[in-house]
């Protein structure tokens, strides 16, 4: 595998945002607008003869906003798609009114080059 990971390529692209981001779940006193990155998958699809030579890595940007998300998360895709991830959905999950919270989703997927270690 490549040095580079989507995990690690996804932090720096919302850090580069202003954005605060943790994976899986926030775990600290969340600020008006944050990310959640959750993994999903990381299948072998593009491969022969049991030999993968690419693994697709897939995530979910989940981003929380208490006001107008429509700016960052233009921003962000812009990103995404500058350092060539492939947006397989953008959806509006709904407004959080226990929270405050709008939350947008964004799915990612992007292919590394697999190598046995």
Do not use: W
């Amino acid at each position: 595998m490549t040095g580079k990971t989507l995990l690690a390529e996804i932090k720096a692209i919302v850090e580069e945002c202003g954005l605060s981001v943790e994976t899986g779940v926030f775990s600290d006193v969340a600020p008006k607008r944050y990310v959640v990155v959750t993994p999903l998958a990381e299948p072998f699809e593009l491969f022969a003869d049991n030999a993968p030579e690419f693994e697709i890595q897939e995530a979910r940007i989940s981003l929380y906003d208490k006001g107008n998300y429509t700016e960052i998360k233009n921003k962000l895709v812009r990103l995404l798609l500058q350092a060539d991830f492939t947006i397989t959905e953008k959806r509006y999950i709904g407004h959080e009114d226990d929270t405050g919270y709008n939350h947008y989703s964004i799915d990612v997927e992007k292919y590394y080059d697999y190598q046995e270690v």
